[in-house]
């Protein structure tokens, strides 16, 4: 599966921000689907991740109550809105697939998921 982001950009705290995944091949319904960022000088962390039939998801404690994650399988589509963003939200965001139809909550290490969108940019100005 090849993983498409976008829809990152500059906003200023408070603000809401969607960003969207798209991806390719037939089999994006049967995996989970996700979000990670990197800020500068730090790690990719988890953001959150969503079944293959978009019935259960899961949240880093860092975004829980303010990022939705969702997907719409007819458009090969995932999305993550995020509102009231704050500035530690800066990050580059990027998609990922797991070739597994369900959530295993303990997989939050980025080295756990094999496939990668190429990133988008989130600033947030304070």
């Known amino acids: 599966v090849q993983l498409q982001a976008s829809g990152g950009g500059l906003v200023q705290a408070g603000d809401s921000l969607r960003l969207s995944c798209a991806a390719s091949g037939s089999t994006f319904s049967s995996y989970v689907m996700g979000w990670f960022r990197q800020a500068p000088g730090k790690e990719r962390e988890f953001v959150a991740i969503i079944n293959w039939s978009g019935s259960s998801t899961y949240y880093a404690d860092s975004v829980k109550g303010r990022f939705t994650i969702s997907r719409d399988n007819a458009k090969n589509t995932v999305r993550l809105q995020m509102n009231s963003l704050k500035p530690e939200d800066t990050a580059v965001y990027y998609c990922?697939?797991?070739?597994?139809?369900?959530?295993?909550?303990?997989?939050?290490?980025?080295?756990?998921?094999?496939?990668w969108g190429q990133g988008t940019q989130v600033t947030v100005s304070s």
């Open positions: 990922i697939a797991d070739a597994f139809p369900y959530i295993r909550p303990n997989r939050r290490a980025a080295t756990d998921y094999d496939y």
